[in-house]
């Protein structure tokens, strides 16, 4: 039997990153799996930017089908307690199926709870990297060094040998049907405030960190022989928007226009518009790996701008990523996507590098459409519910042995 019950875990570290996968994870779990699922997040702010109807002020809300609670510990040692609705106070109860995401740790008194109960499959879901060693080290078990407990390292990836990706099982149904409804991206246009850009403008999107390449980037868009539409999401790189428009205090709705460049702000959107805006766009531009992930699945050309590290370890998995990604393409093709990924990532040459790119979108779009399907038959939600069951399976069977 599968788990029932299910409880996430996640402290919020990069804004949206964290919260964006363990959302959508926590969704699609309650939603096309059937489970229990409570959330525990640590800043619920970056949690109701992502979902409207998430109050920020509140410990304990249902959303979307999904428990939510504010993660908090308190006392001496700390526990996970709190009023339940009625006014009495609760001790947390584990779940079946305990999610770690991204090596967060979890409150002594929980995982001692889980060690007395001995019922719980404990994950340690892990960051997504296309590195050749993420095959090896896939589902090993970590055992606790003073409790009689088991921790399992689960990692995303692009091979069979990896959890594969999130997925929704209509999400591939809904871009097709999208992208083929001009009514429907008409509606999605309106609802920025726009009218639908006409075919031959470059529709760009441009969700980023900090990037020193960006200025450079606008300049060739702007000087440019074709009109390019450009929108931005609010987030860290709407400051260096708005200064390369003279604008010192840029905002959501505002708009800017230099030579054949055209920029518009987008205020943050719930992930389901998000899509949208990926579908509708001819090359999107994405960082961190939630934003990445669904570029994959608009199947159009991509730019991604890693989560940069301090000791730069994060340029090997973006080359790693890299080499899988660009084996099928052309070299000239595959040259010029390496070459635009790293100086955007490198903050510099990034104008220099797109020429080459913005005229390889035909293979690129072909090439991406293909991809997309090859990573369809490999989706985490469920990768990650067999391998619990399995686990459970073998705990079952050491129990009856002893």
């Known amino acids: 039997?599968?788990?029932?019950?299910?409880?996430?875990?996640?402290?919020?570290?990069?804004?949206?990153?964290?919260?964006?996968?363990?959302?959508?994870?926590?969704?699609?779990?309650?939603?096309?799996?059937?489970?229990?699922?409570?959330?525990?997040?640590?800043?619920?702010?970056?949690?109701?930017k992502l979902c409207h109807e998430a109050d920020a002020a509140r410990d304990i809300q249902y959303c979307r089908g999904v428990e939510v609670r504010r993660w908090c510990e308190s006392g001496n040692p700390p526990t996970l307690q709190y009023l339940s609705p009625n006014g009495d106070e609760e001790a947390i109860r584990p779940a079946e199926l305990v999610i770690e995401a991204f090596a967060c740790k979890l409150p002594e008194s929980y995982v001692a709870a889980m060690a007395a109960q001995q019922q719980s499959v404990w994950i340690n879901l892990e960051y997504l990297s296309a590195e050749d060693w993420v095959r090896g080290c896939h589902g090993l078990p970590s055992p606790h060094p003073g409790l009689p407990l088991t921790k399992y390292f689960f990692f995303p990836g692009f091979t069979s040998q990896t959890?594969?990706?999130?997925?929704?099982?209509?999400?591939?149904?809904?871009?097709?049907?999208?992208?083929?409804?001009?009514?429907?991206?008409?509606?999605?246009?309106q609802s920025l405030g726009m009218e639908m850009p006409s075919a031959e403008t470059l529709?760009?999107?441009?969700?980023?960190?900090?990037?020193?390449?960006?200025?450079?980037?606008?300049?060739?868009?702007?000087?440019?022989?074709?009109?390019?539409?450009?929108?931005?999401?609010?987030?860290?790189?709407?400051?260096?928007?708005?200064?390369?428009?003279?604008?010192?205090?840029?905002?959501?709705?505002?708009?800017?226009?230099?030579?054949?460049?055209?920029?518009?702000?987008?205020?943050?959107?719930?992930?389901?518009?998000?899509?949208?805006?990926?579908?509708?766009?001819?090359?999107?531009?994405?960082?961190?790996?939630?934003?990445?992930?669904?570029?994959?699945?608009?199947?159009?050309?991509?730019?991604?701008?890693?989560?940069?590290?301090?000791?730069?370890?994060?340029?090997?998995k973006l080359q790693a990523f890299l080499d899988m990604y660009c084996v099928p393409l052309s070299a000239a093709v595959g040259q010029a996507m390496q070459d635009l990924w790293r100086a955007w990532n490198s903050g510099g040459g990034a104008g220099q590098a797109w020429p080459a790119l913005a005229a390889a979108r035909g293979e690129l779009n072909e090439y991406a459409q293909h991809w997309a399907r090859q990573l369809a038959a490999n989706n985490l939600a469920l990768n990650l519910l067999d391998f619990s069951q399995k686990i459970g399976r073998m705990r079952a069977l050491k129990i009856e042995g002893q």
Request: glycine residues 6%; negative net charge.
């Open 1 to 48: 039997m599968r788990s029932e019950s299910c409880d996430i875990f996640c402290n919020v570290i990069d804004n949206y990153g964290d919260i964006g996968v363990c959302w959508r994870l926590a969704r699609q779990l309650a939603h096309e799996h059937g489970l229990a699922v409570r959330l525990w997040v640590d800043d619920l702010n970056s949690l109701a």
């Open 203 to 316: 529709k760009i999107s441009l969700f980023g960190y900090e990037n020193a390449a960006l200025h450079d980037l606008f300049d060739t868009w702007a000087s440019g022989t074709q009109t390019v539409l450009c929108l931005v999401p609010e987030g860290r790189i709407l400051p260096q928007t708005g200064q390369y428009f003279g604008d010192v205090a840029p905002r959501a709705d505002s708009s800017y226009a230099r030579g054949n460049l055209q920029v518009r702000v987008l205020p943050f959107v719930e992930q389901e518009h998000y899509d949208e805006l990926l579908w509708v766009c001819d090359v999107n531009f994405v960082r961190g790996e939630d934003s990445c992930v669904r570029a994959q699945w608009a199947a159009r050309p991509f730019v991604w701008q890693i989560y940069p590290q301090h000791d730069a370890v994060h340029w090997n």
């Open 163 to 189: 959890g594969g990706l999130l997925l929704e099982h209509d999400l591939l149904a809904r871009r097709d049907a999208f992208q083929n409804d001009a009514a429907r991206q008409q509606v999605f246009w």
